[in-house]
């Protein structure tokens, strides 16, 4: 298990489900904490990672590959589909906090099933209110969590080049951009408002400030 | 253009972006107002069908495509894309509501932007505000708001079987479910709670109360 002293500055990675590549496998840095949740623990032992932890109620893996996670995962835990309240991604988030991360990335978690989808989004809402670095990522988004008062540099990326900003919150004001192509000033954006989508930088990198509420950033490529 | 005496019993059908496919052809009703969004009503069109009206920006289908969108439909609205602050399907669901429809389906309008997705899905808060009875699906998602106080009836469904709850406010409160095979009784979801996720019907039909906020009610399929 990390000891506390790495885990403040370790990032923790975890895996999950939905449509997972050869460019999450990218991602991975030597130094990384890897945590597999279900499907993602498989997809991480298949292409030869040993996680750190293994965790889910397995019911997207049949025994066979279970055995596999099992004997290749530095720690699992196994829990029972029925009797659990959270999801898998939320048991790995949880745990990760529990830990002590404070950088947690979750890769993959969107997929098809919106619910799920919605869900490991708003998880991103637990690890804010621990005082985390968090963000989730798929081949075509990139999506963290800004709470006002607050603000976030955004450097230029060719991954991801479009820069959207929806509000997690019913209203979202006092929202200001420096270095984009659409200029905002003290907007506010409420549920059902698209105004936020599809935002360019014009420069090499912006910032986006935020009073009040909670924006979600969500950086992706068409 | 629909009179307010039809539009309050009528329902718009609003084709968009994403995935389509067959069964978005199989939801269309003789009744139905048909408005298409940007390459939604290339869909339409492509697919013998003559939208009532085909409005967006038109980026993302090329000239060719768009004079016949021009030719089939009965109304066309052509917007700039650079000076336009809505989404294609905000601008439709605008139009749809000013026109006095009281439903609302969007079809389509989830795919692999989580940008456009969320957008989209937050779009029901606008018609919500308004009074109608709204909704988007998918080939995998049916999604519509429950605003508290309110109760939704949910008939099973083959084509959806899982339904889940998930909070579009900080908070969702006096959550109580009948007819659900995991029971919910006064319960309070806050963004970032999966417990809402994944529940099925234990009878033919069952009801969701929500006393306070507001909850995405997501039905799916894996």
Redesign the interface.
Known sequence: MATSATSATQRALIFTGGQLGDWSISLIQDSDYLIGADRGAFYLVQHGFRPHLALGDFDSIDARQFKQVQDASEECQAYDPIDK???D??LAIREAIKRGFKKIKIVGG?G????????N??????AD?EGCDASLCD???E?SLLSGPGSRDIEISDRYP?V?L?????VASGITLDGFQYPLNEATL??????G??NLLAEPSGTIHLREGRL?V?R???
């Open positions: 309240d959270w999801t991604t939320e969107l098809t099933r919106f619910d799920h989808s919605l869900a989004v708003q998880l991103l809402a637990i209110a081949e075509n988004n999506i479009v959207s929806l509000p997690m919150t019913p409420r549920t059902g408002m698209s105004l989508v599809s979600l969500i992706c490529r068409d």
